[in-house]
C-alpha cells in the first residue's frame, strides 16, 4: 500500500487556475500509476485524469481534456494536476489515487489507494 495526501485545493474564480499535488509514500511510488478523480456534492465520483508509472502515458475525462495536465515527479514521490481555464462545475472534492496496474483505466476499480481529499471551489 502507498499513502496518499493531497493538497492546493481552494477557492478561485471561473477561468482562474489551481495546481493540486499529491505526495506519496510508502512503497516505490515509480511502480504505480496514478490518478486523479473527483466527487461533486450529491454526485458519484468521477475520473479526471490519470498517468502510467512511467509517465508516459496520460488519460483525460473529456470534460477536463486542454484544460487539465497531470504529471508526476518520481523523484519527489509527487503527482501533480495543474488545472487552467477552471469552470463553476469543477466544483468538487479532488481525490488522488495509485494503482498497481501499468496503464489503469478511467475506473475507480483500478485504483486500489486513495487519498483524503482535497476541496476544490469555482466561484462564477
Known amino acids: 500500500q502507498v499513502q496518499l495526501v493531497e493538497s492546493g485545493g481552494g477557492l478561485v474564480q471561473a477561468g482562474g487556475s489551481l495546481s493540486l499535488s499529491c505526495a506519496a509514500s510508502?512503497?516505490?511510488?515509480?511502480?504505480?500509476?496514478m490518478g486523479w478523480f473527483r466527487q461533486a456534492p450529491g454526485k458519484e465520483r468521477e475520473f479526471v485524469a490519470a498517468?502510467?508509472?512511467?509517465?508516459?502515458?496520460?488519460l483525460y475525462a473529456d470534460s477536463v481534456k486542454g484544460r487539465f495536465t497531470i504529471s508526476r515527479d518520481d523523484a519527489k514521490n509527487t503527482v501533480y494536476l495543474q488545472m487552467n481555464s477552471l469552470k463553476p462545475e469543477d466544483t468538487a472534492v479532488y481525490y488522488c489515487?495509485?494503482?498497481?496496474?501499468?496503464?489503469?483505466?478511467?475506473?475507480?476499480?483500478?485504483?486500489?489507494?486513495w487519498g483524503q481529499g482535497t476541496q476544490v471551489t469555482v466561484s462564477s
Open positions: 489515487a495509485a494503482s498497481g496496474i501499468v496503464v489503469p483505466r478511467a475506473d475507480s476499480a483500478d485504483f486500489g489507494s
Open positions: 510508502g512503497r516505490s511510488f515509480s511502480n504505480y500509476a
Open positions: 498517468i502510467s508509472w512511467s509517465g508516459g502515458s496520460t
